[in-house]
């Protein structure tokens, strides 16, 4: 078996005029997490969304090996009138998901997520932004994702819970997962990362295992701002 998960091979989109994502060819190894850092508008979000299905590229192919894919985006939205619980049900429904296994899932990453259970009782709209965000955490996993990709994980997080959804990743990665993380957080990307993907203006301009980036005795911002927050255009 491949060690490598996922691979695109001169991805483009364009949008009209602009040129998002421009021959992006890079591959994601099995059981790695993989930091995808750029600036605002850089094409971190549309590459997400090649890879999902969510968009289609103008040029080039992604080879998608995972059989289950799970995502949590940057601004999650539910239906503001059901229930935590519910939406959970559904998700598990269409995810051919057991009661007996739903329930057992739900347990234990509430409490990897320190999200309290009794917030499932009530519709999702009254939620705070950070147990808004664990939330989606907890529906993408319950369906026991081989790769997850997650557009900037910690947006609306205390520290206390940074800490447990960093954990949660090296827990995930220990079983075996795959990951992909779009952050601006570089301070925390660099505690857990094991590649990194840099974009800037829709083109990758580097993709390197991050054990040989620190053997040059650079940091993760040192690397981030050589390759995408300064320089030539």
């Known amino acids: 078996m491949s060690e490598d998960i996922l691979k695109l091979s001169g991805v483009s989109k364009r949008y009209r005029k602009v040129e998002a994502v421009r021959n992006a060819t ?50 999650p939205a539910f239906s503001p009138w059901l229930t935590g619980a519910r939406l959970l049900e559904y998700t598990a429904r269409a995810g051919s998901l057991s009661r007996s296994d739903l329930e057992s899932r739900v347990r234990e990453y509430a409490r990897l997520l320190n999200f309290e259970q009794a917030l499932l009782e009530r519709t999702v709209r009254t939620y705070s932004l950070g147990n808004h965000k664990k939330f989606s955490y907890l529906q993408s996993l319950i369906l026991d994702p081989d790769f997850l990709i997650v557009d900037e994980p910690f947006t609306a997080l205390d520290p206390v819970a940074i800490k447990s959804v960093r954990d949660l990743f090296l827990d995930l990665k220990r079983q075996g997962r795959t990951l992909l993380l779009s952050s601006h957080l570089i301070s925390e990307m660099e505690k857990i990362c094991d590649d990194v993907i840099i974009i800037r203006r829709g083109e990758i301009v580097f993709h390197d295992e991050y054990g040989r980036v620190r053997e040059t005795g650079k940091d993760l911002e040192s690397l981030f701002l050589e390759f995408a927050g300064r320089g030539p255009s």
């Open 26 to 75: 890079f591959v994601l190894r099995r059981a790695a997490l993989t930091a995808f850092l750029g600036e605002n508008g850089a094409g971190k979000t549309t590459t997400i969304k090649l890879i999902l299905g969510f968009l289609t590229p103008d040029a080039g192919a992604i080879e998608k090996r995972p059989e289950r894919i799970g995502y949590v985006p940057e601004q």
